[in-house]
């Protein structure tokens, strides 16, 4: 008697093609983790760089416009008599075509003499050499000049005590009688963000308050400021100057 042989019960893939593409492929245990690791890279890492880099190349290409054209605003007529030739052109382009560059008058070490300076100052460079913060350098004709530059004043009054000449006064009221003063060309305002000169104040004398447009531009308060200089060191744009003003209500 011959046996039969029982059917295998596997389909064969060729003579059933259809069911062999059925099955579903398995799924990769993998694939899940490498979506949310290329998620995270790209939402921590990639997208705040170029961020950055987007905001920081805008504000550079904002100062260096600003030192090629100058500050924005309508430009100077020559008609405006001695505050016209007085002015201090900061843009290249009044370079070029021959405007003339007023000089910014020196500014002495805190408590001076101002008005008696050059008479009474022997220029024998101590208080250079006692400056601490070594903002005191030697000027024109070999007077000494605060260079804002390298820091900012202590007010130590190391100057002032090792001048062997009457050339400082420390009984005034304030060290100096200056103001501070923000120019066009600050980042703020020309909306870019920065913050620069608020950071740097000790006294927290500088606050930004919004302005028409919603530019948060700077505001010196000056009952709070004390002329140290730190902010003018700290602005990348060179836009905060001291000028001549009432003495200053907070001595240091």
């Known amino acids: ?102 000089e910014p008058a020196p500014l002495r070490p805190p408590w001076a003499r101002t008005e008696r300076f050059t008479d009474l100052c022997t220029r024998c460079g101590a208080c250079a050499d006692a400056c601490p913060e070594g903002i005191i350098r030697r000027g024109d004709g070999g007077f000494p000049e605060v260079d804002f530059r390298r820091g900012e004043c202590s007010f130590c009054a190391a100057c002032a005590e090792s001048c062997p000449e009457p050339v400082f006064d420390r009984a005034a009221a304030s060290p100096w009688a200056l103001a501070v003063r923000i120019g ?26 919004l302005a028409p447009g919603g530019v948060a531009v700077p505001v010196v308060e000056d009952d709070a400021c004390t002329g140290c200089g730190a902010c003018l060191a700290a602005c990348p744009a060179d836009a905060v100057t001291l000028q001549p003003g009432p003495e200053t209500a907070h001595a240091p």
């Not at 003579?15 to 899940?32: C, E, T, V, W, Y």
């Open 184 to 209: 066009p060309s600050c980042l703020a305002i020309n909306r870019v963000v920065c913050r620069s000169c608020r950071d740097a104040c000790p006294e927290s004398a500088i606050r930004f308050a």
């Open 1 to 102: 008697m011959s046996r039969r042989h029982s059917p295998d019960p596997s389909p064969d893939p060729a003579r059933f093609p259809s069911r062999a593409a059925a099955s579903p492929p398995l799924p990769d245990p993998g694939a899940k983790r490498r979506e949310i690791a290329m998620f995270l890279v790209l939402a921590v890492v990639i997208w705040p760089i170029l961020s950055v880099a987007v905001v920081g190349g805008y504000g550079f290409l904002v100062w260096m416009s600003q030192l090629i054209m100058g500050p924005p605003g309508p430009p100077r007529s020559e008609g405006d008599g001695a505050m016209a030739d007085e002015s201090v052109d900061l843009g290249r382009r009044g370079f070029l075509r021959g405007r003339r560059r007023a």
